[in-house]
């Protein structure tokens, strides 16, 4: 641990850390996990840090009572989509991660895809599912093989895979529960993310499953999900792969930390899936690995994740 790096934080802050965590979202639980390992990574660095849950109702008075920063640990929907960051801004409050519209735009799927499409970033074809959408017609345009997802969730909740027109459409049932519903051409191939942490892409993890695709149970309680790091590329081929990372943060408005998904097909092409802007924060998470891999303590992430955004790289400059 880098004691300087400690004291230079705590010269900065003007009040606690409040480590923001737990929600309303479907992915709770996740952040409860995520919180409480960045909670206890400041206390191990002697930084004044505690939990703040966003599902009492007192959560921003609690702020409002001294916070000198917040530490965003929490997943989908009213705290990863720019509503947790659009109270902090409105309080003053400096926090760690992207701004509102950063945000917004990058928990949405299918408006995400539309700006990479507009300014020719390479992603899956995909489509946006209604009620009375044409199921053969659609699955015909996404080479009857695609991947339906609900467009503002994380954590693979709600996806599924559909092989022809009565699997998409049982999909798109199944995931309008979520709200908005998209439809993406399946990529056979490797899948890759890509941690982004102060401006620089860290190195790539490959992930392999099993499964039919990398879902929640591969995610959060199959034993059998492989990381590869290192990620098996060249080095050509992984600079790449950080460098269209970089460019798809950076579109979005992204600062500070957050995670980049992406796919690449049989021919050696990368296709953009996502990009996460407050990714889990456990010890088996997949930022932190990388991290680990690129000579980083689990602390010392936690650490800088913070020092991003007291130095006005997080958020939407609100310090």
Not at 108 to 129: S, V
Not at 226 to 241: T, V, W
Not at 268 to 275: A, C, D, I, M
């Amino acid at each position: 641990m880098d004691k300087s790096l400690t004291e230079q934080l705590q010269q900065q802050l003007g009040g606690p850390v409040m480590v923001l965590l737990g929600g309303r979202s479907s992915e709770r639980e996740i952040s409860l996990q995520s919180g409480a390992a960045v909670l206890a990574a400041l206390q191990r660095a002697g930084v004044d840090a505690h939990a703040v849950d966003t599902a009492d109702s007192d959560w921003m008075a609690r702020l409002q009572g001294g916070c000198g920063c917040a530490f965003i640990a929490l997943h989908g929907m009213g705290g990863e989509d720019g509503t947790a960051q659009g109270a902090l801004e409105m309080l003053g409050i400096p926090y760690t991660g992207s701004g509102v519209l950063a945000s917004a735009l990058a928990i949405d799927k299918l408006r995400c895809k539309q700006l990479w499409q507009g300014i020719g970033l390479p992603t899956p074809a995909f489509a946006q599912l209604r009620a009375d959408s044409d199921w053969a017609l659609l699955n015909e345009q996404l080479g009857g093989n695609s991947i339906v997802k609900p467009s503002c969730e994380g954590s693979s909740i709600g996806m599924a895979r559909a092989a022809n027109a009565t699997e998409l459409e049982a999909a798109y049932r199944a995931a309008s529960a979520y709200g908005e519903v998209l439809a993406e051409e399946w990529i056979s191939g490797e899948e890759y993310t890509v941690a982004i942490l102060g401006g620089e892409a860290l190195p790539a993890i490959r992930l392999e499953t099993d499964s039919s695709f990398y879902d929640y149970e591969a995610k959060y309680l199959s034993n059998d999900t492989r990381y590869l790091l290192p990620c098996g590329l060249d080095e050509s081929a992984e600079a790449r792969l950080q460098d269209l990372a970089l460019q798809a943060f950076d579109s979005l408005g992204c600062r500070g930390w957050g995670r980049v998904d992406v796919m690449r097909d049989g021919h050696g092409e990368f296709f953009l899936l996502e990009v996460n802007t407050i990714p889990g924060m456990t010890d088996h998470s997949l930022v932190p690995m990388a991290a680990k891999h690129a000579g980083m303590s689990f602390d010392e992430l936690v650490l800088r994740i913070l020092r991003e955004a007291l130095a006005g790289t997080g958020g939407d400059g609100a310090g």
